[in-house]
């Protein structure tokens, strides 16, 4: 019964390529969020959508694009990938954008080479 | 912009020993507060929280107090077990749900 799943949970590929990480959630909740994690193991904001509708992009190349095709699923596509693109990337979800405790996914490790 | 502090790892203790790892906040208004924890090769969970000033969190024997004044929100737990050892995360919730998190410290704790 995993609440937050992603796929795949290691991701290995070349520069230049282009990949998708997928992000499933079973708690009925509107609001996800993606999040990288890099060596020195910061964790830092990507995207949250609402709804199926974007709501907040911090400062992330346009390499990066979210899709959410229904509430329950937001995949993150990669394009043209960099060694710095390197990170885990974790996936969360929350009942809302208001006052709610968000739960987060198992985590991506990608790795550039 | 808003942002954490905390000291950094790695810290190493022996088990039953007492823990405190620092976490100071820049935030404008009152923002909640929270610290996530994040076990080898999985996500991170939710430790415990506060939402206004001089409340505190406890949860598992963790406890961490709100405190505006000294804008601090110190993790600690009076006798640790090698299970806790993890990288413990302390962080803000501001507008929108968006949380803001610190570098993270990694806790080692030998039997």
């Known amino acids: 019964d995993t609440a937050v799943s992603q796929t795949p949970k290691y991701l290995v590929t070349q520069m230049g390529n282009d990949k998708s990480i997928k992000c499933e959630q079973n708690?009925?909740?509107?609001?996800m969020y993606w999040y990288k994690q890099d060596s020195k193991k910061f964790l830092k904001i990507m995207f949250s959508?609402?709804?199926?509708?974007?709501?907040i992009n911090e400062t992330v190349p346009n390499r990066f694009s979210p899709k959410s095709p229904d509430k329950a699923h937001l995949n993150l596509h990669i394009n043209s990938l960099e060694l710095g693109d390197s990170a885990v990337y974790f996936c969360?979800?929350?009942?809302?954008?208001?006052?709610?405790?968000?739960?987060f996914g198992p985590g991506t490790r990608l790795t550039v080479t | 912009g808003d942002s954490v502090t905390q000291m950094e790892g790695p810290v190493t203790l022996s088990e039953e020993a007492f823990l405190t790892i620092n976490c100071t906040y820049t935030?404008?208004?009152?923002?909640?507060l929270f610290w996530y924890v994040q076990y080898p090769g999985e996500g991170l969970q939710l430790l415990l929280k506060?939402?206004?000033?001089?409340d505190k969190g406890s949860n598992k024997g963790f406890e961490a107090t709100y405190r505006k004044e000294t804008t601090s929100f110190h993790l600690e737990k009076g006798s640790v077990q090698v299970s806790d050892s993890a990288v413990y995360f302390c962080?803000?919730?501001?507008?929108?749900?968006?949380?803001?998190f610190g570098g993270g410290t990694r806790l080692m704790v030998k039997p």
């Open positions: 962080a803000l919730r501001h507008a929108g749900n968006m949380l803001t």
């Open positions: 708690l009925g909740h509107d609001t």
């Open positions: 959508y609402n709804n199926k509708e974007l709501i």
């Open positions: 506060a939402t206004k000033a001089d």
């Open positions: 969360a979800s929350s009942q809302g954008t208001g006052v709610y405790e968000q739960y």
């Open positions: 935030a404008t208004g009152y923002p909640s």
